[in-house]
């Protein structure tokens, strides 16, 4: 039998679960993220005892970035240049491997989320989509010609910048490295800075959302013509708002004005930007995800 063991590593919170997919997904606890020492702590302990009564295979590690994910760097593994207070280059992955004694894979949260998509979710059958979500951060993650695009490090999908609107109360933003980028005008806290209440407690006919729209459909409109994916899933708690979705996939239709002739887009738009057909789970399975990958499963 193969089991694996995996990590989504978020911000505020930790996600560790063994498994093998969405139909088998067991033992799930969370923890707050704090300082490495105590958090990563926390999970060795979490998957020794685990591995105890039934050996792992392979440990897979979604993480917040910056990270290293490139094999052949000294520094693989290590969460690089976060401005969170603790995790600056913060060894990680190689952490695991060492108290576990088993392959680890690594990469960002947003890639695993794109790998577990592409097995069991909305991106099943495609080679070329994206998975972006709209949280605390903007992140994406890319598949393209069926392989995650890595490179220099790793895209940062967030922080192209987009001009804003006329009408935007707060248009300088709220990236503290670029103002207004992509992440800087629509992530969640410049919702709560914009409009001076929590996303989650605007009501859902507030002018934030029309706007928010906007701003996610020029971020996408420069994703499709970059990128050219097959489908684009929208996961992140600001996008738990079920009415955005309509009014954004209008405004990516008239922000591209007919130039990517499509049907995809041009007829099935319902179809081409959707939510994660994993639902809350997609992180940690991503992370399942890519245990095995590492595991070559
Ligand atoms: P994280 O990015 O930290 O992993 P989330 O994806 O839940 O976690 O993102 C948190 C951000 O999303 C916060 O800024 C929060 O205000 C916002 N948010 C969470 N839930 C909702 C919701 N139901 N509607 C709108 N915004 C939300
Ligand atoms: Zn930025």
């Not at 060795?44 to 979604?62: C, R, T």
């Not at 695993?112 to 991106?123: D, F, I, K, P, S």
């Not at 605007?202 to 970059?226: K, M, Q, R, S, T």
């Not at 050219?228 to 738990?240: A, F, H, L, N, T």
Request: glycine share 12%.
């Amino acid at each position: 039998m193969t089991l694996f063991g995996g990590i989504e590593a978020g911000g505020t919170k930790f996600v560790c679960a063994i498994g093998t997919g969405p139909d088998d997904l067991r033992n799930e606890i969370r923890f707050p993220t704090t300082t490495p020492a105590e958090t990563i702590g926390q999970a060795v302990a979490y998957f020794k005892e685990q591995a105890a009564n039934e050996p792992l295979d392979a440990i897979g590690i979604a993480s917040f970035g910056p990270v290293d994910p490139d094999p052949k760097s000294a520094t693989w593994g290590y969460i690089t240049t976060t401005p969170k207070p603790h995790w600056h280059n913060t060894e990680f992955a190689t952490v695991l491997q060492r108290e576990l004694n088993v392959p680890v894979g690594f990469d960002t949260d947003v890639n695993g989320a794109a790998l577990g998509e592409n097995r069991w979710g909305a991106a099943q059958w495609l080679d070329n989509f994206i998975y972006l979500t709209i949280g605390t951060g903007i992140g994406g993650g890319a598949v393209v010609n069926g392989q995650l695009v890595h490179g220099l490090l790793h895209p940062e999908m967030g922080h192209f910048l987009l001009p804003p609107r006329d009408d935007d109360p707060s248009p300088d933003g709220f990236c503290p490295y670029h103002g207004h980028c992509f992440e800087g005008m629509a992530n969640g806290p410049a919702i709560e800075k914009r409009w001076g209440q929590k996303a989650e407690t605007l009501a859902e006919d507030h002018p934030a959302w029309e706007l928010e729209a906007h701003y996610l459909a020029v971020g996408l409109e420069n994703l499709i013509c970059v990128y050219s994916p097959q489908r684009i899933i929208m996961g992140g708690g600001v996008m738990e708002q079920k009415q955005v979705f309509p009014m954004l996939r209008q405004k990516v239709i008239e922000l591209l004005n007919g130039y990517v002739q499509s049907p995809a887009i041009l007829e099935e738009i319902d179809r081409y930007i959707v939510p994660p057909g994993l639902g809350n789970k997609a992180g940690i399975l991503g992370a399942i995800a890519l245990a095995q990958r590492q595991a070559g499963v």
